[in-house]
T-cell receptor, first 105, second 112 residues
Framework: ELKVEQNPLFLSMQEEKNYTIYCNYS?????LYWYRQDPGKSLESLFV?????AVKQEGRLMASLDTKARLSTLHITAAVHDLSATYFC?????FGAGTRLTVKP | SQTIHQWPATLVQPVGSPLSLECTVE??????LYWYRQAAGRGLQLLFY??????ISSEVPQNLSASRPQDRQFILSSKKLLLSDSGFYLC???????????FGQGTRLTVV
């Protein structure tokens, strides 16, 4: 059974500092997605990572994939308040538990 | 363009009452359809998925059932709700298994 694990589950960030979220999955897969969920809202996709070594960047978020290690990272550069949300990784329609990010001044 | 509609947005139901949540997709044919549940402060649990009309796969045994009476319609039901059925229910579709999921706006169900 596929398992998708994220850590940390909660992250309180200070503005302008850098942080990383980790996503591990238990079986081989050819793609991994990152999604964002704002409080009380639905999910929207951020990135799809399709191959080993893939890197995608949008604004202050950068995601990468290591298929050999079955690991993806979501790196946040110089956190700002509007990044506060819950971030999920997903493989084969299974989602991690989510990482709730809060940015404090 | 494709859109997904899910209703109602919120629902408060007594224990033991029935449930029917509906989801429809527009602008695509033969989508994969999914029902997820998100308990308060928790991750997404895949409840059911369907790759075609009348084809339903259940991920976990529970008090719920799903049906797909039409290509772009997916229904989540229960005959008798339990307190533990409370949560945020999300319908989603994708072109294929493992692809990008597009979510509806969700239904917040509170069983009292």
């Amino acid at each position: 059974e596929l398992k998708v694990e994220q850590n940390p589950l909660f992250l309180s960030m200070q503005e302008e500092k850098n942080y990383t979220i980790y996503c591990n999955y238990s079986t081989t897969s050819d793609r991994l997605y990152w999604y964002r969920q704002d409080p009380g809202k639905s999910l929207e996709s951020l990135f799809v990572l399709l191959s080993n070594g893939a890197v995608k960047q949008e604004g202050r978020l950068m995601a990468s994939l290591d298929t050999k290690a079955r690991l993806s990272t979501l790196h946040i550069t110089a956190a700002v308040h509007d990044l506060s949300a819950t971030y999920f990784c997903a493989v084969d329609m299974r989602f991690g538990a989510g990482t709730r990010l809060t940015v404090k001044p | 363009s494709q859109t997904i509609h899910q209703w109602p947005a919120t629902l408060v139901q007594p224990v033991g009452s029935p449930l029917s949540l509906e989801c429809t997709v527009e602008g695509t044919s033969n989508p994969n359809l999914y029902w997820y549940r998100q308990a308060a402060g928790r991750g997404l649990q895949l409840l059911f998925y369907s790759v075609g009309i009348g084809q339903i796969s259940s991920e976990v045994p529970q008090n719920l059932s799903a049906s797909r009476p039409q290509d772009r319609q997916f229904i989540l039901s229960s005959k008798k709700l339990l307190l533990s059925d409370s949560g945020f229910y999300l319908c989603a579709w994708s072109v294929n298994w493992g692809g990008e999921a597009f979510f509806g706006q969700g239904t917040r169900l509170t069983v009292v």
